[in-house]
C-alpha cells in the first residue's frame, strides 16, 4: 500500500518568514495529493491540493510544488501570520481504477507549525 | 463541510462496552470514512464505505465494526475488543466519482473511565 513521510514534525517560523513542509509518497500510481490544516481540537480543513498533472498550484500565500519523478510534494506558506499556527498534514491518494483500496487517502502524521509573532 | 456532523463530541466507555459514534451528511456525498487520530500518528483509516450495504476495512479496522444501512449515515462501533480506544475519531465524505476531496466532520474524543 502507500505510503507517506511528512518533514518536519514541528517547524517554528517568525512572522513574516516562509515555511516549507515536505512530503514524499511511495506508489508511483498516486494521482491527488491535498494538504489539511488542523487547529488544536479542530477538524483538518482542505487548503489546497493538486493533481498529478499539474506541478504547481498557487492560492494567495499558499503554494503546492509537485514532483512525480521523485515522488515528492510540498506546501510552501509565504509571509506567515500567527494564525498560519496549526497542524498541516499532506496525503495522498491512488487513481481510483484499481480497486476498492485505491481511493483510500494516505495521510502524513502531520507538521506542527508555530509561527512566532 | 458544515453538512457533515458528528455526536456526542465527547464520549466515555467503561470496560467491557461497546459504544458508537455517530455520523451524518447531507451533502449527498457518495462514500464516507472513519479515521483515528493520535498524538503524532496523523490520520489512520478504520473503514471506509463507498455505497450503501458496503464497506471495506482500512488499515486499523480491529476491534471497530460499521454499518451503511442509509447514505447520509456511517456509524462506527467501538468493541470492547479494542483495548487501547482513548482517540480522537473523525469522520469524512467526499463524492467520490466527481472529486477526491474528503470533508471532515467535527469529531468526537473517546475516553476510557
Known amino acids: 500500500g502507500e505510503n507517506v513521510e511528512q518533514h518536519p514534525s514541528t517547524l517554528s517560523v517568525q512572522e513574516g518568514d516562509s515555511a516549507v513542509i515536505k512530503c514524499t509518497y511511495s506508489?508511483?500510481?498516486?494521482?491527488?495529493f491535498p494538504w489539511y490544516k488542523q487547529e488544536l481540537g479542530k477538524r483538518p480543513q482542505l487548503i489546497i491540493d493538486i493533481r498529478s498533472n499539474v506541478g504547481e498550484k498557487k492560492d494567495q500565500r499558499i503554494a503546492v510544488t509537485l514532483n512525480k519523478t521523485a515522488k515528492h510534494f510540498s506546501l510552501h506558506i509565504t509571509e506567515t501570520q500567527p494564525e498560519d499556527s496549526a497542524v498541516y498534514f499532506c496525503a495522498a491518494r491512488g487513481p481510483g481504477n484499481s480497486g476498492a483500496g485505491s481511493y483510500q487517502l494516505t495521510f502524513g502524521k502531520g507538521t506542527k507549525l508555530s509561527v512566532i509573532p | 463541510d458544515g453538512g457533515i456532523t458528528q455526536s456526542p463530541k465527547y464520549l466515555f466507555r467503561k470496560e467491557g462496552q461497546n459504544v458508537t459514534l455517530s455520523c451524518e451528511q447531507n451533502?449527498?456525498?457518495?462514500?464516507m470514512y472513519w479515521y483515528r487520530q493520535d498524538p503524532g500518528q496523523g490520520l489512520r483509516l478504520i473503514y471506509y464505505s463507498q455505497i450503501v450495504n458496503d464497506f471495506q476495512k482500512g488499515d486499523i479496522a480491529e476491534g471497530y465494526s460499521v454499518s451503511r444501512e442509509k447514505k447520509e449515515s456511517f456509524p462506527l462501533t467501538v468493541t470492547s475488543a479494542q483495548k487501547n480506544p482513548t482517540a480522537f475519531y473523525l469522520c469524512?465524505?467526499?463524492?467520490?466519482?466527481?472529486?477526491?476531496?474528503?470533508?471532515f466532520g467535527p469529531g468526537t474524543r473517546l475516553l476510557v473511565l
Open positions: 451533502l449527498n456525498h457518495d462514500a
Open positions: 469524512a465524505s467526499s463524492m467520490l466519482r466527481t472529486s477526491e476531496t474528503q470533508y
Open positions: 506508489d508511483s500510481a498516486s494521482n491527488y
